[in-house]
């Protein structure tokens, strides 16, 4: 079983910036990728980044270039630290965490709302 709680989210201005941690616990050792994804009302969850248990690095073409995510082995913490934010990143963000074994297993944390103002 894994645990996940995020954290860092809160209203802040267009182009300001937040940083968002997820703390996880629990069997660590056996997540190979955590992910950061997102929902903002009315529209479907959006994978906004990915971290794997190498280090390896992905985004969403919304978030290149303004969001970076990264990772703490010692803490079990990921972060994903957001600049230039927009109206429309506005949305609950979510950790998911990925053990790929087959069938994979997801877990998933409750969320933490980011509010970005015009």
């Known amino acids: 079983q894994v645990q996940l709680v995020e954290s860092g989210g809160g209203l802040v201005q267009a182009g300001g910036s937040l940083r968002l941690s997820c703390v996880a616990s629990?069997?660590?050792?056996?997540?190979?990728?955590i992910n950061w994804y997102r929902q903002a009302p009315g529209k479907q969850r959006e994978l906004v980044a990915s971290i794997s248990s190498g280090g390896s690095t992905n985004y969403a073409d919304s978030a290149k270039g303004r969001f970076t995510i990264s990772r703490d082995n010692a803490d079990n913490a990921v972060y994903l630290q957001m600049n230039s934010l927009k109206p429309e990143d506005t949305a609950t963000y979510y950790c998911n965490a990925l053990i790929l074994n087959l069938p994979p297993i997801a877990y998933w944390g409750k969320g933490t709302l980011v509010t970005v103002s015009s």
């Open positions: 629990g069997s660590t050792s056996s997540i190979n990728v």
